[in-house]
Each structure stands twice: as structure tokens, then as C-alpha cells.
């Protein structure tokens, strides 16, 4: 029987932009140039009047470890904008909260940035900072709407379906143990999931998404939160199974897995975006530029194929710096009831 629900918290994302919608909104043209090197290669840069852009290598904080997921995209990523641009970026991977002060904080020259997550959406609400992404100048918000985020269990569990580990979880709450991460996209997953499903859920703080899988494959929990990602190297070496989706549609790499809607709970929640951000100040042109790069490179089919097969995901949507200030906005009013 289909459940019913609390409440719904899909984040009505616009369809996903071609490249001219998204690099041409943000009003800046590309040059080329011959690259420092002669070897014959072209390096673009986005000029405005006579404001060009990059001519010296970028600066770009990533607040994860190294190894991350997004710090894995960025390190893809940096070798396209080479292409383009003649220019690299350079990662700096500073966790928590002392990324987005540094950047908060950092030169206005069009040459620092931060690809945040999370976190810079939902930091004043928090207390966390007293400034958000709002604080910042808007570079591009890259979203898709294949949510990774999923239900894991082991291989062995005696739950085959997401329905067996709920009517479990919902009749004896206390004897089902599920691992999360007590902050961010996790813990407002479950927080929200809880909500939609009307009971309680028993969940533990077992960590970052490598830590997570390491809990389940140690048996210390019976299911987690992770994301297919990084959950499916334990689906094929037999270890675990993924009961289902959080997004809208079955994510396009594990296309067998089903969504929680058509397990029959109406329960979906936004993929988290990455939002690329500059300190206030930075010349608009530069932000423009760099948005307009961002696009290019997202709807690059060799991108997009090192993402699918490096990664095993799928690329992010990349929105105009008009667009993106509204999907922000979006995304944050999503999370706040989940804000602890």
C-alpha cells in the first residue's frame, strides 16, 4: 500500500540548460590565443571590453580532503579548463569552515574562489558563520536532478527491499540502526526522510561517506546513507546492495535501483549542488568568465564521459549567474526546516 507523507521536499529544478543558454546569459565572449608554450595549441580566454580573463593561473579552495568527491571532479576538471584557457587551477584542499573564511576573506582580484557545498548554504541559519553564500559573489550553481544519495545495506542483510527495512525500522525503531553523518546533506537527508515516512528512525554518527561504508561493511550498522557513487565498488565486489534512490528518477548509473517513490513512499530530495563562489568584490567580469568556462566544460562529451567512467557519476548542470542566485536561493529554503 502506498505511504502517505508529512510533507514533500523536491527542489523544482529548471530543465538542464544547453551551453548557449548557459554560457551565453552571462553575457561574456571567448578569444583565442596561441598558448605560452608555440606548440600550437589554443588556450581561450573570456574577454569583455578589455578585461580579459584567466592570464594568471586560479586559485580554487575546495573545503574536503583530497580523495573527496568533489575534490575528484575539480582535479578532472582542471585539465579541460587547461585546455581552454592556457591556465590551471589550483586546489587547495582546506576543510570545514576555514575554507570559506579564507575565501570570505581573500583577494578581489578575480583570481580566488571556492567550490562550496552544502554547508556555505546553510551556515548562518546554523550559527556556523555568520555570513552565507549570499556574503559571496555568485560564480555558477551546478546541480543535476539524479540524486546519488541512497539506502545501503550488506549483501547478507535479510532486508532484499527498502520496504522490508522499513516496516522493520517503523514496527521495533530501536533494533534497526542506521549510520549518518550528524551535519549537512546528510543528516538533512534523513532528517527529511524521517519527516516524509511519519516515524522515527534510529540513526548513528558514524562519520564521512568513507567511514560510512566502512561501518556497514564492519557490521556496525544495519543500513547507511551514502551515495551510489561510492557505495557501488562494495555492490560489485558483493558486499553490499542499494535498496534505493532519494532523487526524482533513478540515477542514470545504477539504473536498476529503484527510487524511493516508486517503492511507494513519496519521499525525494535534492542532489547536492557544487557552488562555485568568489569574495564580494570580485570584478563581475570575472565571475562571468568563469562561469562561462564552467559551462563549456560541463557540456564537453569527453567531460562528461571521464565523469561516468572515472567517476561513476553524472555531470552537474551549469546555470547562468542569474539562474544560479535563484537556485541557490531554492536549494537553502529546502534545507532550512532540517537546519539543527
Not at 22 to 51: E, V
Request: hydrophobic share 35%.
Amino acid at each position: 500500500m502506498k505511504k502517505s507523507i508529512a510533507r514533500s521536499v523536491a527542489l523544482a529544478l529548471t530543465c538542464a540548460l544547453t551551453l548557449s543558454a548557459c554560457g551565453g546569459s552571462s553575457g561574456s565572449t571567448a578569444s583565442t590565443a596561441s598558448s605560452a608554450d608555440g606548440a600550437g595549441s589554443t588556450a581561450s580566454t573570456a574577454s569583455t571590453g578589455d578585461y580579459k580573463w584567466p592570464t594568471q593561473p586560479v586559485n580554487v579552495v575546495c573545503p574536503a580532503s583530497a580523495g573527496g568527491g568533489t575534490d575528484n571532479i575539480l582535479r578532472v576538471m582542471n585539465e579541460y579548463f587547461v585546455e581552454r584557457t592556457g591556465q590551471s587551477f589550483v586546489i587547495n584542499n582546506i576543510t570545514g569552515i576555514s575554507g570559506y573564511e579564507m575565501t570570505h576573506q581573500a583577494n578581489t582580484d578575480g583570481y580566488d574562489f571556492i567550490c562550496g557545498t552544502t554547508t556555505i548554504f546553510t551556515s548562518k541559519l546554523d550559527g556556523t558563520l555568520d555570513y552565507d553564500y549570499e556574503d559571496y559573489e555568485m560564480v555558477a550553481f551546478q546541480s543535476t536532478p539524479y540524486d546519488m544519495t541512497c539506502i545501503a545495506v550488506q549483501a547478507s542483510s535479510p532486508y532484499q527491499t527498502l520496504n522490508d527495512l522499513m516496516d522493520a525500522a517503523k514496527a521495533d525503531p530501536a533494533s534497526i540502526t542506521g549510520g549518518i553523518t550528524m551535519s549537512g546533506q546528510p543528516y538533512m537527508c534523513a532528517m527529511a526522510m524521517q519527516d516524509a515516512l511519519g516515524f522515527e528512525l534510529y540513526t548513528v554518527d558514524v562519520g564521512n561517506t568513507g567511514e560510512r561504508n566502512a561501518a556497514l561493511l564492519g557490521g556496525q550498522v544495519d543500513w547507511i546513507l551514502t551515495n551510489t557513487s561510492t557505495a557501488n565498488p562494495y555492490v560489485e565486489s558483493g558486499d553490499f546492495r542499494i535498496l534505493a534512490v532519494c532523487g526524482q528518477e533513478r540515477y542514470p548509473m545504477n539504473p536498476d535501483v529503484p527510487t524511493f517513490t516508486e517503492c511507494g513512499y513519496d519521499f525525494e530530495f535534492p542532489a547536492q549542488p557544487m557552488v562555485w563562489l568568489a569574495p564580494k568584490g570580485t570584478p563581475a567580469e570575472a565571475c562571468e568568465a568563469f562561469n562561462a568556462i564552467l559551462a563549456d566544460i560541463s557540456t564537453d562529451p569527453d567531460f562528461i564521459n571521464d565523469i561516468e567512467t572515472k567517476l561513476n557519476a553524472v555531470v552537474n548542470d551549469t546555470y547562468s549567474i542569474e539562474e544560479s542566485k535563484e537556485l541557490a536561493k531554492e536549494y537553502k529554503d529546502t534545507l532550512a526546516p532540517y537546519v539543527k
